[in-house]
T-cell receptor
Framework: DGGITQSPKYLFRKEGQNVTLSCEQNLNHDAMYWYRQDPGQGLRLIYYSQIVNDFQKGDIAEGYSVSREKKESFPLTVTSAQKNPTAFYLC??????????????FGSGTRLTVV | GEDVEQSLFLSVREGDSSVINCTYTDSSSTYLYWYKQEPGAGLQLLTYIFSNMDMKQDQRLTVLLNKKDKHLSLRIADTQTGDSAIYFCALGGGFKTIFGAGTRLFVKA
């Protein structure tokens, strides 16, 4: 079955450490996104990519970096510059060929905790 | 900018109807969405409505859109314990999507 796979499910980061969250999709979707979810808040966009080798900053890109070397993969690195990284991270994709309909398919998320 | 507001909690008894409400400020979105999030999981697209529609029904789900009042609602008929989750209202599409904070639905047996 097609879908989005995020790994790991849980991740612990020490102070000053960079960590990378994996996101892989086999839906043949062009666009991929990273969101951050904090309790009681809506999802906030970190980065998005609509085509291979191109990506754009979202609303809260500071302290994060991404790459899009393959259509299927959109990894997110949380750098030491992100001072409050503890959150639930969600990867999503959309099919840009479906005209105006941009409903997301989401992965199951990665919970990152600073220890 | 766009603002999407939802109440944070709703509690209903099993078998009753649930109504989750959402208000928004920007009326230019073509699509309006409802997503469901179960504990520890990602969001799942439940249903969506075009901005030129007033109502959409999909089995137990009914979406009502009042464009004049900028109000969107999701009604779940015959609510079951498996419906316990967080429900997000969202407007726009793609990278322009704006999410509400989510309504946590508690279903009491």
């Amino acid at each position: 079955d097609g879908g989005i796979t995020q790994s790991p499910k849980y991740l612990f980061r020490k102070e000053g450490q960079n960590v990378t969250l994996s996101c892989e999709q086999n839906l043949n979707h062009d666009a991929m996104y990273w969101y951050r979810q904090d309790p009681g808040q809506g999802l906030r966009l970190i980065y998005y990519s609509q085509i291979v080798n191109d990506f754009q900053k979202g609303d809260i890109a500071e302290g994060y970096s991404v790459s899009r070397e393959k259509k299927e993969s959109f990894p997110l690195t949380v750098t030491s510059a992100q001072k409050n990284p503890t959150a639930f991270y969600l990867c999503a994709s959309t099919d840009l060929d479906r005209g105006d309909f941009y409903g997301y398919t989401f992965g199951s998320g990665t919970r990152l905790t600073v220890v | 900018g766009e603002d999407v507001e939802q109440s944070l909690f709703l509690s209903v008894r099993e078998g009753d109807s649930s109504v989750i409400n959402c208000t928004y400020t920007d009326s230019s979105s073509t699509y309006l969405y409802w997503y469901k999030q179960e504990p520890g999981a990602g969001l799942q697209l439940l249903t969506y409505i075009f901005s030129n529609m007033d109502m959409k029904q999909d089995q137990r789900l009914t979406v009502l859109l009042n464009k004049k009042d900028k109000h969107l609602s999701l009604r779940i008929a015959d609510t079951q314990t498996g419906d316990s989750a967080i429900y997000f209202c969202a407007l726009g599409g793609g990278f322009k999507t704006i999410f509400g904070a989510g309504t946590r639905l508690f279903v009491k047996a």
